[in-house]
C-alpha cells in the first residue's frame, strides 16, 4: 500500500469522529448550526472530498492490483464511500425523499435518468461509476457493483468498469448486477438474477 492509501483507511474514521462530534453539540448546544454540522459531516464532507480525489486521481476502468507500489484511486474513492455502505440508513434516508437520492448520485458523477425508482436495501459499491436511464424500477435487496475483486498471484487484481442501465428497465428483487454488466431499454430482469462480470 502507498502512504495515500494507508492515510486514507482512516478516513472512515474520521467521518465518524466527526458525527460522533456533530452529535455532541446537538446534545449539549442544540441548534442549526450543530444540525447543520451533523448534515455537513454525514453527507456534505464526503463527496467533497471525493470530487477533490477525483479531479486528481479519477478513476480508470481497467484492471489493476491493489497491493503494488502504485496507487489506486479505486481504493482511496472505496475509503470514502465506505460509510455509505457501513450505515446504509444514511443513504436510505434519501431514498425517502423523490428525486433525492437520484440527485445525490449525479452529485458523485454518476448519470441517473428521470423517474428512476430506489427500493430499501440497495446496494452500490461505487456512486461515481452508474450509467441509468429513465423510468428504472430497482426491486428490493438489489446490489451493483461496478468493481470485482481477485486473488491472484500474490496479489489482488482489481476490475472496474461501470455499470450501465438503458429506460425502462425492471430490476427484480434480490438482483446482482457485476462490473461491465449493459442492460438495454425496455428489458425486465426475474428476481434473484445475477448478471455476471463483463469484460
Not at 45 to 73: A, M, R, T, V, W
Not at 137 to 146: D, L, R
Request: with cysteine; hydrophobic share 45%; aromatic share 16%.
Amino acid at each position: 500500500m502507498t502512504l495515500l492509501s494507508t492515510v486514507l483507511s482512516f478516513f472512515p474514521t474520521l467521518v465518524m469522529l466527526m458525527i460522533f462530534g456533530s452529535f455532541l453539540g446537538i446534545c449539549y448546544q442544540p441548534g442549526i448550526i450543530s444540525v447543520l454540522s451533523l448534515f455537513f459531516s454525514i453527507y456534505i464532507f464526503p463527496l467533497l472530498i471525493y470530487q477533490i480525489h477525483n479531479y486528481f486521481l479519477p478513476i480508470k476502468e481497467d484492471i489493476s492490483y491493489l497491493c503494488g507500489k502504485e496507487y489506486s484511486p479505486w481504493w482511496g474513492s472505496h475509503q470514502i464511500q465506505s460509510i455509505y455502505i457501513t450505515f446504509p440508513v444514511f443513504e436510505a434516508i434519501l431514498r425517502l425523499i423523490p428525486g433525492a437520492f437520484s440527485l445525490w448520485l449525479r452529485l458523485w458523477g454518476s448519470t441517473v435518468g428521470k423517474k428512476v425508482y430506489w427500493t430499501p436495501k440497495l446496494e452500490i459499491a461505487d456512486r461515481g461509476l452508474l450509467e441509468i436511464g429513465d423510468n428504472v424500477i430497482f426491486g428490493y435487496g438489489v446490489g451493483i457493483y461496478s468493481h470485482i475483486i481477485k486473488p491472484k498471484k500474490q496479489d489482488l487484481l482489481l476490475y472496474v468498469k461501470k455499470v450501465k442501465i438503458g429506460s425502462n428497465v425492471f430490476v427484480g428483487a434480490g438482483n446482482n448486477i457485476a462490473p461491465g454488466v449493459n442492460i438495454n431499454d425496455n428489458t425486465y430482469i426475474p428476481i434473484s438474477t445475477t448478471l455476471p462480470v463483463v469484460k
